[in-house]
C-alpha cells in the first residue's frame, strides 16, 4: 500500500490550494481517506474523510465552510481543497487511509504575504 502526495506548496493570504494523494497497492474504493494536518508545534488535527467509493464527504467542524474534499477512481487519487487560507493554515498536510496505519509523505502548505 503508498499513498503519495503532491509536492510543497506556498500560498498567499486568502488563495486556494489543492493536494493530491495518490493511491495503490489496494482497491481505493473500499476505503475511506482521512486528511490530517499538523501544525507547526501542534499535534496531530483530523480535518474529515471521503468515501471513494461513492464520494460520500465528513468535515471537521473547524473547516466546513473552507474545505472540499474529492476522489477521482479513476485514478485512484484523493483530493484535498482548502479555501481563503490563512497564516494559521501553515501546516503538513497528510491523507492517511483509514484506521491511519497508511500515510501519504505530507505535503508543507505555507501561507505567507
Known amino acids: 500500500v503508498q499513498l503519495v502526495q503532491s509536492g510543497a506548496e506556498l500560498r498567499n493570504p486568502g488563495a486556494s490550494v489543492r493536494v493530491s494523494c495518490k493511491a495503490s497497492?489496494?482497491?481505493?474504493?473500499?476505503?475511506?481517506i482521512d486528511w490530517v494536518r499538523q501544525v507547526p508545534g501542534q499535534g496531530l488535527e483530523w480535518m474529515g474523510r471521503?468515501?471513494?467509493?461513492?464520494?460520500?464527504?465528513k468535515y471537521g467542524e473547524k473547516f466546513q465552510d473552507r474545505l472540499t474534499f474529492s476522489a477521482d477512481t479513476s485514478t485512484s487519487t484523493a483530493y484535498v481543497e482548502l479555501n481563503n487560507l490563512r497564516s494559521d493554515d501553515t501546516a503538513v498536510y497528510y491523507c492517511?487511509?483509514?484506521?491511519?496505519?497508511?500515510w501519504g509523505q505530507g505535503t508543507q502548505v505555507t501561507v505567507t504575504s
Open positions: 497497492g489496494y482497491t481505493f474504493t473500499r476505503y475511506y
Open positions: 492517511a487511509r483509514i484506521l491511519w496505519i497508511f
Open positions: 471521503i468515501d471513494p467509493e461513492d464520494g460520500e464527504t
